[in-house]
């Protein structure tokens, strides 16, 4: 059974920073796409940042250029989202999705369930 398992969200100020977590099982982990999503309230779910195993890319919203950054560690099947210099405008719900075809999109196959980010102003 595939299990995407977030963590480390939280309030925190404009201009910090967070690190998400997300713990994977269930599945090979060099053969799946995963990445970070988020949905803000009233907005259309959007993808923040993917590891994309059919081309070997990393893939970034233009809005967290820059500033986020995504990592993997193998030995512990899980992915991170480091995020620094966090806006209000980066509030949402942030979900670590992956994908057994191994591209990024916003359909993925298996959804972990939340971890809220709250920036205050």
């Known amino acids: 059974e595939v299990q995407l398992q977030a963590s480390g969200g939280g309030l925190v100020q404009a201009g910090g920073s967070l690190r998400l977590s997300c713990a994977a099982s269930?599945?090979?982990?060099?053969?799946?796409?995963i990445g970070w999503f988020r949905q803000a309230p009233g907005k259309e779910r959007e993808g923040v940042s993917c590891?994309?195993?059919?081309?070997?890319?990393?893939y970034y919203a233009d809005s967290v250029k820059g500033r986020f950054t995504i990592s993997s560690d193998r030995a512990k099947n899980t992915v991170y989202l480091q995020m620094n210099s966090l806006k209000p405008e980066d509030t949402a719900v942030y979900y670590c999705?992956?994908?057994?075809?191994?591209?990024?999109?916003?359909?993925?196959?298996?959804w972990g369930k939340g971890t809220q980010v709250t920036v205050s102003s």
């Open positions: 590891i994309s195993r059919s081309d070997g890319s990393t």
């Open positions: 269930g599945f090979t982990f060099d053969d799946y796409a």
């Open positions: 999705a992956a994908d057994s075809r191994g591209y990024c999109h916003l359909r993925m196959d298996y």
